[in-house]
């Protein structure tokens, strides 16, 4: 089954009105694209020259930081894969994305998409110029112009039914 990210905006529509909340779990394929592009070479490299670490007295305790250095980026790849967490998280209170927030009612405006294909991004901007955007990507949706559009009309509906 399809996560709700890669599902069509009717499915988000539907949920939307059903329960007031949609959840976008992560994606998986889009979660492995970019440690594969940007980590796993570099790592082949230096883990090819471990056992000379590992040998050589003064080097030992580098490689064994090294060591545990990716065993723990195994466990969290791994307990990210598996759980699909962080959520992006769409209900009636605002947009939820791991540990950060924002409430409809400080949501300003829905920024332009940014950056290249593989890692595009949809900032929501708040109504407070100093306070930092929440910068959505396509880790939890496929089609990040169709959610624009989507959130749009959530915000205008959320808006409304505050007058």
């Keep these: 089954m399809a996560v709700m990210g890669e599902r069509l905006p009717e499915a988000w529509i539907v949920e939307w009105h059903h329960n007031r909340r949609v959840e976008f779990p992560l994606r ?3 979660f492995l694209q970019f440690p594969f592009l940007f980590v796993v070479g570099p790592s082949v490299m230096l883990l090819s ?3 000379d670490m590992l040998d050589d ?6 490689g064994y930081l090294l060591i545990a250095a990716y065993v723990g980026v195994v466990i969290a790849v791994a307990w990210q894969l598996i759980t699909q967490r962080p959520y992006l998280i769409v209900d009636r209170t605002g947009i939820h994305q791991g540990r950060r927030s924002m409430p409809w009612t ?3 405006s829905i920024g332009l998409i940014r950056g290249p294909r593989p890692i595009r991004q949809l900032p ?3 109504k407070n ?3 930092n955007d929440l910068v959505l990507s396509q880790q939890h949706v496929s089609d990040l112009q169709t959610f624009r559009t989507w959130l749009e009309t959530i ?3 959320q808006r409304v039914g505050e007058r």
């Design 155 to 157: 915000l205008e509906e």
């Design 28 to 30: 998986r394929w889009s």
């Design 106 to 108: 400080e949501v300003g």
């Design 124 to 126: 929501i901007h708040p």
């Design 129 to 131: 110029v100093w306070a």
């Design 49 to 51: 020259r471990l056992p």
């Design 57 to 62: 007295g003064a080097c030992r305790f580098v």
